[in-house]
T-cell receptor, first 117, second 118 residues
Framework: AQSVAQPEDQVNVAEGNPLTVKCTYS??????LFWYVQYPNRGLQFLLK??????LVKGSYGFEAEFNKSQTSFHLKKPFALVSDSALYFC???????????????FGSGTQLTVLP | DTEVTQTPKHLVMGMTNKKSLKCEQH?????MYWYKQKAKKPPELMFV???????INESVPSRFSPECPNSSLLNLHLHALQPEDSALYLC?????????????????FGEGSRLTVL
């Protein structure tokens, strides 16, 4: 069975500082990895994905994530945090090739990011 | 702006009411999903439609009844709900799991319908 762990429920960072939101995964086969962001009272917005190729993936709003196969991690990063980045962040994984019920997306528990002015 | 549109944004209903949530997408996706999300928690998969056919029902109580009238529309009919069903209901779409292509994998979510059951 596949799983995703986001070890931090809450991350606080000062505006202008770099931010990291951690994610580790477990999946049979090769992983497709995703980050989503959810602002208060909104739906989930797709930020970025790793499918194959370059381990450093760039996404929306200046975010990037680094795929590390040996550590089974996919941490989300941004060099300079903004107050407007404050939101709930979800990491998600699905296996490739897709098989049975595992073809659906598995979400992590979420990390609340608060950027302090 | 999201390309998956959900209506209504807010819904308050009693336990004996019948109501429906609606979702529409025009991205040409042939897979559509209903998720339930409680506050500060990850979305929980309820139903998946692939090519307008129900492919996954995650043991959802029968008081929730999905419908997919065509490739762009997805409904969730609600009847005799309980207060614990109060949540944010999210619709999403994607290319079906068996398809290959540049967009394989990620889901596109609507803004959700906030349901309160009294």
């Amino acid at each position: 069975a596949q799983s995703v762990a986001q070890p931090e429920d809450q991350v606080n960072v000062a505006e202008g500082n770099p931010l990291t939101v951690k994610c580790t995964y477990s999946v049979s086969g090769n992983p497709y990895l995703f980050w989503y962001v959810q602002y208060p009272n909104r739906g989930l917005q797709f930020l970025l994905k790793y499918i194959t190729g370059d381990n450093l993936v760039k996404g929306s709003y200046g975010f990037e994530a680094e795929f590390n196969k040996s550590q089974t991690s996919f941490h989300l990063k941004k060099p300079f945090a903004l107050v407007s980045d404050s939101a709930l962040y979800f990491c998600a994984v699905r296996p490739y090739p897709f098989a049975g019920s595992a073809r659906q997306l598995t979400f992590g528990s979420g990390t609340q990011l608060t950027v302090l002015p | 702006d999201t390309e998956v549109t959900q209506t209504p944004k807010h819904l308050v209903m009693g336990m004996t009411n019948k109501k429906s949530l609606k979702c529409e997408q025009h991205m040409g996706h042939r897979a559509m999903y209903w998720y339930k999300q409680k506050a500060k928690k990850p979305p929980e998969l309820m139903f998946v439609y692939s090519y307008e056919k129900l492919s996954i029902n995650e043991s959802v109580p029968s008081r929730f009844s999905p419908e997919c009238p065509n490739s762009s529309l997805l409904n969730l009919h609600l009847h005799a709900l309980q207060p614990e069903d109060s949540a944010l209901y999210l619709c999403a779409s994607s290319h079906p799991s068996g398809d290959r292509g540049p967009n394989t994998g990620e889901l596109f979510f609507g803004e959700g319908s906030r349901l309160t059951v009294l």
